[in-house]
């Protein structure tokens, strides 16, 4: 995951506000394998999850699906 976070991250990091930095740091927290299940839309967001931590997931599926 560090691949996927790090190059969206590096194209898109000076864009994030303080929640969003938040949300990063809480989604690196996360299980790898069910990240990569939630970005690519395998899975829904866990029930514990963020309104940041959703809409950043959202951003990261949407850069990636547009390359």
Known sequence: MDIILGGFVDKH?????????NA???LMDR???????????????????????NLLIARIALAYDNV
């Open 13 to 21: 990091g000076e864009s994030f506000d303080d929640d969003t930095f």
């Open 24 to 26: 990063l740091e809480t």
């Open 31 to 53: 299980n790898d394998q069910q990240l990569f299940a939630w970005i690519s839309g395998a899975i829904e967001p866990p029930a514990d999850s963020t309104e940041p931590e």
